[in-house]
């Protein structure tokens, strides 16, 4: 079993930036992909952004290309999303979720845990 905790949500100005961090239980967070997804009030769970096991392969959906940043570091059993150049339609709840088989998943039902989530809103 993993537990997912994720932090560094919180009220940013547009154009700013915030890294939300998820910091993973148990021995086998470096086997798994990581992936970010969001949720906006009245909206489906979308995804955001995904990692493999290694770091070596990463996704992220059209609307944040460019502007975040996945990122994790093993040592420390912890997968960060650095997203700079905000905007207020990434307001949503940002969770981060693991997935046991290693590959990037891009749905959420690809996905085995998840975290509580984090709350980011972009003032305009």
């Known amino acids: 079993q993993v537990q997912l905790v994720e932090s560094g949500g919180g009220l940013v100005q547009a154009g700013g930036s915030l890294r939300l961090s998820c910091a993973a239980s148990?021995?086998?967070?470096?086997?798994?992909?990581m992936g970010w997804f969001r949720q906006a009030p009245g909206k489906e769970r979308e995804f955001v952004a995904g990692?493999?096991?290694?770091?070596?392969?990463?996704y992220y959906a059209s609307s944040v290309k460019g502007r975040f940043t996945i990122s994790r570091d093993n040592a420390k059993n912890t997968v960060y999303l650095q997203m700079n150049s905000l905007k207020p339609e990434d307001t949503a709840v940002y969770y981060c979720?693991?997935?046991?088989?290693?590959?990037?998943?891009?749905?959420?039902?690809?996905?085995?845990?998840w975290g509580q989530g984090t709350q980011v809103t972009v003032s305009s």
């Open positions: 990692i493999n096991w290694s770091g070596g392969i990463t």
């Open positions: 979720a693991g997935e046991r088989r290693g590959g990037v998943a891009v749905t959420t039902n690809g996905y085995d845990y």
């Open positions: 148990g021995r086998t967070f470096s086997s798994y992909a």
